[in-house]
């Protein structure tokens, strides 16, 4: 079986790669193209999506990682949700857009205004512990986006065939559904 890659330019790498260790999975970072030749799906972590964006054109990791995302099962949390996402504001930037949904950046907040809380996702029985961290609003844009869960009224857990997007994090707990969920996506066939 092939690793879980964790798109380790910037932001939030660590915690990922010791919960799906946990969960018996082996995980790799992912920083240059050959990476992807090693992995089968891929997380994209919360942390500054502009940074990442700048390092991706530095590293001319751009189109690979596109390719990759179309094609695999991918997470992206957060900063790594706005990377995905086909629409990007507040402010406006490029994207990956491998999947149909709209990315209000800051929309929770500033870092002083992150929080925790609990979620309801029709995925699981129990609430997910979720934390928000300088967090986007994600919208979807098409009938194929299926939200997973809301918060606020807002969707904040979505999947769009083998995409899941969250805009909280839950790496920094001790929860492991979601990784769980994750690593049983599989790409539907066309
Ligand atoms: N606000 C950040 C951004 O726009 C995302 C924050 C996060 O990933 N926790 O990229």
């Known amino acids: 079986m092939k690793a879980v890659g964790i798109l380790a330019l910037q932001g939030c790498v660590e915690p990922h790669v010791r919960v799906l260790r946990s969960l018996g999975r082996d995980a790799i970072s992912v920083k240059r193209g050959e990476d992807f030749e090693e992995i089968d799906r891929l997380i994209l972590?919360?942390?500054?999506s502009s940074t990442m964006l700048r390092l991706l054109e530095r590293f001319s990791l751009f189109e690979p990682l596109r390719s990759f995302c179309l094609s695999r099962p991918t997470w992206g949390v957060c900063a790594g949700a706005i990377l995905l996402?086909?629409?990007?504001?507040?402010?406006?930037?490029?994207?990956?857009a491998?999947?149909?949904?709209?990315?209000?950046?800051?929309?929770?907040?500033?870092?002083?205004?992150?929080?925790?809380?609990?979620?309801?996702?029709?995925?699981?029985?129990?609430?997910?512990?979720?934390d928000f961290i300088r967090a986007p609003k994600l919208s979807p844009l098409a009938s194929t986006v299926e939200v997973l869960a809301e918060y606020g009224g807002d969707a904040v857990l979505l999947r769009e065939n083998h995409t899941l997007l969250s805009s909280f994090h839950v790496e920094l707990e001790s929860d492991t559904r979601l990784h769980q969920y994750f690593l049983s996506l599989e790409v539907a066939p066309r």
């Not at 972590?45 to 500054?48: A, K, L």
């Not at 996402?85 to 990956?96: C, I, N, R």
Request: aromatic fraction near 8%; glycine fraction near 6%.
């Open 45 to 48: 972590p919360g942390g500054e």
């Open 98 to 130: 491998t999947v149909n949904v709209l990315a209000h950046r800051n929309f929770y907040g500033s870092q002083r205004e992150s929080f925790s809380t609990e979620v309801r996702s029709s995925l699981f029985d129990k609430p997910l512990s979720a």
């Open 85 to 96: 996402a086909a629409k990007v504001e507040h402010p406006s930037q490029v994207s990956l």
